[in-house]
């Protein structure tokens, strides 16, 4: 614990950093939370740094979806075939489903309300928090780092983007299930047919059911690693000025009004 949250002085905290990654809180568009949780159940709450949530909705979603068939469903819906995905539906797990699904799409949206509020009271506040963690495990520090990179490395592998901007819980969990996703597709089969010029075979080894996973987690790994990386250097900046005026900046300072 750091010398500003032990005292208790202060009700709000922007950021913390720890060994395990920068967390703080912004104010975020709470439509983009609440449909990324629709695109993928626990994807909203990862945004918002609720990772024990998101990792628990995350796993729900995949062991739910694999039983109830709701992949492969929505393949057959895809090619038009609407009865042949009304027969592969287990209602067993599909009912089980529902609910929880609502729950992290109303959820998310709520808590980003909510956070929207406190972090609003946390700006005015501005309190200051630690901007360096050592242990024996990992350094962390808030820095400056390009989004764009961050993209580039999403694009390469999930997870490898959060790794690069230090956001470690969403870039470990991310590479272990893209890694799964990978092998139950036969993505990688699929890929060294395709490049050797054998479609047919190419299509064939693949297992759609959990083929559509991979877009999904595509997708967030790069959205998540852009915006982190663009509110870390909102962040970095905000703590340089204040650092800045609290050190160097002679009080009776004061900028000249434009007219």
């Known amino acids: 614990m ?3 949250t032990s005292t208790n002085k202060y009700r709000r905290f922007k950021a913390h950093i720890s060994i395990f990654g920068t967390t703080q809180v912004h104010v975020r568009n709470p439509y983009i939370v609440a449909w990324w949780s629709a695109a993928f159940p626990g994807f909203g709450h990862l945004l918002l740094s609720k990772y024990l949530r998101g990792f628990v909705l995350f796993i729900w979603e995949v062991y739910i979806n694999i039983h109830a068939n709701l992949n492969l469903a929505m393949v057959y819906s895809f090619c038009g075939e609407i009865d042949r995905a009304k027969d592969i539906l287990d209602t067993r797990w599909i ?3 529902i609910p929880v699904y609502i729950f992290g799409i109303w959820d998310s949206y709520r808590t980003t309300l909510d956070l929207n509020k406190v972090a609003v009271l946390a700006e005015r506040e501005n309190a200051p928090f630690n901007t360096f963690s050592i242990g024996a495990l990992e350094v962390n520090y808030l820095d400056q780092r390009n989004p764009i990179l961050a993209i580039i490395w999403s694009i390469f592998m999930p997870g490898t983007g959060q790794l690069y901007i230090h956001r470690i819980l969403t870039g ?6 893209v890694v799964v996703f990978y092998y139950q597709a036969n993505f990688l089969p699929a890929i060294h047919y395709l490049f050797s ?3 047919s075979q190419s299509t064939a080894v693949l297992n759609p059911e959990w083929l559509l996973f991979l877009p999904s987690i595509y997708g967030f790994s790069i959205y998540d690693a852009y915006s982190n990386t663009v509110e870390n250097n909102k962040l970095f900046d905000n703590n340089q000025r204040n650092y800045l005026i609290n050190d160097y900046q002679h009080y009776r300072f004061r900028l000249p009004l434009r007219k």
């Open 2 to 4: 750091n010398n500003f």
């Open 95 to 97: 009912l089980l489903y």
């Open 172 to 177: 470990f969990f991310a590479l272990i299930w």
């Open 197 to 199: 010029g054998n479609i």
